[in-house]
DNA sequence: CAGAATCCTGCCGGATACTG
DNA sequence: CAGTATCCGGCAGGATTCTG
């Protein structure tokens, strides 16, 4: 019954916790949607974020499937980075969140 | 330009990911919204969370506003806690997550 | 039963240097 | 320029105990 509801509803939520819950990856999503594609444009856009971080964050969040990784076989080397579909969305459900936020607190 | 976009949609979103960022905070709102009220059921529902932790998001949950929290002057001491409007607001949000959690996971 | 206080540990994230 | 490897400090979160 509910306590059944509870685990599957968490697991489902787990995944996406790894991803979005930690430091940096919105900042990273919502650069990417700006437009900002490439590693070091972002590094230097996304103020405080260092390069492991902002790797890690990329990688994880191509593994998941919310970011595309474009390699070009340039020199120098170039990658660009841009949203999936699935990036698109969520994207738009965090802005939900970000306004659910200001309601929030503008309502103290 | 775009670092001031950045800058404030991160502010704005900050907030909210000290609250629903961390573990366990969403399957205590979950919890709350299937109708468990009271710390002690809940506990023993959320399979794996401890005291502390269990207190801990219940404030934080609490003082944000995703919750509202009921005393009870009675022996034994009762407490229940309920979801705000904004409370549910969220849930109803993270409840896209997870569809598009699955969404991905099935699309592999 | 609600929940505050302590102590401990693992891991996340920050800084830096290095390779292709 | 993209990306990895290493080292390290801080803090989140787990277990336990105690009190009203």
Redesign the pocket.
Known sequence: MDEKKLKSSRKSYERLE?VI?????VSVLEAVRLGIK??????RSIE????????????RLTDYGLLE?H?FAEV??????TLTEAGESLVLIISQIQELDEKIANSK
Not at 76 to 81: A, D, G, L
């Open positions: 790894k819950g930690c430091k940096w990856s490439r590693p070091g444009i972002l590094e405080g974020i260092s390069t492991k971080v902002l790797s890690e964050r990329l990688r990784k390699i120098p080397p170039r990658t660009e980075y």
